[in-house]
C-alpha cells in the first residue's frame, strides 16, 4: 500500500499571500488530521476530517480552513500569510475507530 | 495546548546502552501513543499503549504507563545508531482521533 503522500514537499511564499497544501492518505483511510509543526510550539493539531466533515479543530485562528474530498484527498489552506506561520505541515491518515495514525512526509512552508 | 511533556529534552548515548524518556501528561486518557521523527520528516508510530494496561513491549521498545502519575516511559534497549531521532508521546484529544503531542524528546546515539 502506498504511504500518506502530501504535495508540494516545499514551498516558499511572501507575507499576505495564501497557500493550499495537499494531503492523500492511505487507500481506505478516512479520516485525515493536519498537525503544525515548529521549533518553538511543537506538533500542534490543526483539524481532523472524516468523510468530507470537520470533526475536530485545534486553537488556530480562521486563516486556517481545511477541506475533505469524497476520495478522503484533503486540503489545508492559510490565508494572509504571516511570519509565523513557517512551520513544517504534518498530514496524517488513519481507519475509522483506530489510534495509531500514518503520517506524511510533510511540506515545509517558508514565509518571508 | 501541549497534553505531554517529555523528560529529557535530549538524551546522548553510546551505541548498546539504553535509552529511557518519560512522559508526563495532565487529563484522562483512552491511550498514549509513541512516535519517532527522523530529522523533520513524517512521524513513524511506535506503540500504544491503553489506559488499562501497565506495561508494553514491542521489539526493543518498552513501555509503561502509570495513569495514577500521569506518565509513561518508552525504554529503548541496545541502542543503534540509527535510532537517532526525536520521540514524542501522543495522547488523544477530545473526540475523534486528534493526538496531542509532548515536545519530544532528541535522542543522538553515537558509535
Known amino acids: 500500500k502506498a504511504g500518506v503522500t502530501q504535495t508540494p514537499r516545499y514551498l516558499i511564499k511572501t507575507r499576505g499571500q495564501q497557500v493550499t497544501l495537499s494531503c492523500s492518505p492511505i487507500s481506505g483511510h478516512r479520516s485525515v488530521s493536519w498537525y503544525q509543526q515548529t521549533p518553538g510550539q511543537g506538533l500542534q493539531f490543526l483539524f481532523e476530517?472524516?468523510?468530507?466533515?470537520?470533526?475536530n479543530k485545534g486553537n488556530f485562528p480562521g486563516r486556517f480552513s481545511g477541506r475533505q474530498f469524497s476520495n478522503s484527498r484533503s486540503e489545508m489552506n492559510v490565508s494572509t500569510l504571516e511570519l509565523g506561520d513557517s512551520a513544517l505541515y504534518l498530514c496524517a491518515s488513519t481507519v475509522d475507530g483506530a489510534w495509531e495514525q500514518f503520517f506524511g512526509p510533510g511540506t515545509r512552508l517558508t514565509v518571508l | 495546548s501541549q497534553q505531554g511533556e517529555e523528560d529529557p529534552q535530549a538524551l546522548s548515548i553510546q551505541e548498546g546502552e539504553n535509552a529511557t524518556m518519560n512522559c508526563s501528561y495532565k487529563?484522562?486518557?483512552?491511550?498514549l501513543q509513541w512516535y519517532r521523527q527522523n530529522s523533520g520528516r513524517g512521524l513513524v508510530h511506535l506503540i500504544l499503549i491503553r489506559s488499562n494496561e501497565r506495561e508494553k513491549h514491542s521489539g526493543r521498545l518498552r513501555v509503561t504507563l502509570d495513569t495514577s502519575k500521569k506518565s509513561s516511559s518508552l525504554l529503548i534497549t541496545a541502542s543503534r545508531a540509527a535510532d537517532t531521532a526525536s520521540y514524542f508521546c501522543a495522547t488523544d484529544h477530545q473526540a475523534g482521533t486528534a493526538l496531542i503531542f509532548g515536545k519530544g524528546t532528541t535522542l543522538s546515539v553515537s558509535s
Open positions: 476530517y472524516f468523510s468530507e466533515t470537520q470533526r
Open positions: 487529563t484522562s486518557i483512552n491511550n
